[in-house]
C-alpha cells in the first residue's frame, strides 16, 4: 500500500513540473517599446509593402561598389516588428536581423556577412535572397513577395 501512495506521489510531481515547463515555454520572452518605422525604412506588414525602391536602390549600390545600408521591417503575426539592417562597406554586405521584438520568438539578434544580394523571380513569387554567406544559415531569403 505504502508503494502505491509513493507511485502516486512521483506520477503527481512529474505532471505538476511537466505543467509547469510547458506555461513557461508558451509565455512571450520580454516586452520592449513598439517600433516606429522610418521614412526610409522598406517595411512590409504582411505583403502590403512600403519603399520598396529603396532595397532596389540598395541592391543597385553593392553592383556599383556604393556603400549604403538599408533596413527592413517585417511584422509578425502579431504585430511585433522584426528588424534587419544590411549594410553594404562596398566588399561585403553585412546582415543584421534583430529578433529581441517579437516576445513569441527566439529573442536573438544574428549576424551573417554575404558577398551579395540577389532577386530570384518565380512565376509565384520574387525573393530577395543574400549570396555567398560565410556564416551557416537555413534561409538567406530577406524578403518575399507574392505575385
Known amino acids: 500500500m505504502n508503494k502505491m ?9 512529474l505532471a505538476t513540473c511537466n505543467q509547469f515547463s510547458i506555461k513557461k515555454q508558451m509565455a512571450p520572452t520580454k516586452q520592449t517599446v513598439p517600433y516606429q518605422p522610418s521614412a ?3 517595411v512590409d506588414r504582411h505583403g502590403e509593402l512600403t519603399n520598396l525602391e529603396r532595397l532596389d536602390e540598395f541592391i543597385s549600390n553593392t553592383r556599383t561598389g556604393t ?3 538599408v533596413r527592413l521591417v ?3 503575426t502579431e504585430g511585433d516588428a522584426m528588424l534587419h539592417d544590411l549594410s553594404y562597406d562596398g566588399k ?13 520568438g527566439s529573442g536573438r539578434i544574428e549576424t ?26 537555413m ?7 507574392e505575385k
Open 74 to 76: 517585417s511584422y509578425t
Open 40 to 42: 526610409e525604412d522598406v
Open 139 to 145: 534561409d538567406n531569403s530577406i524578403l518575399q513577395i
Open 5 to 13: 501512495y509513493f507511485l502516486i506521489l512521483i506520477f503527481s510531481l
Open 67 to 69: 556603400v549604403d545600408e
Open 92 to 104: 561585403q554586405i553585412h546582415s543584421t536581423t534583430d529578433y529581441t521584438r517579437d516576445p513569441y
Open 112 to 137: 551573417v556577412t554575404c558577398q551579395g544580394l540577389d532577386v530570384a523571380e518565380t512565376t509565384q513569387n520574387l525573393r530577395y535572397v543574400l549570396t555567398g554567406c560565410f556564416e551557416h544559415s
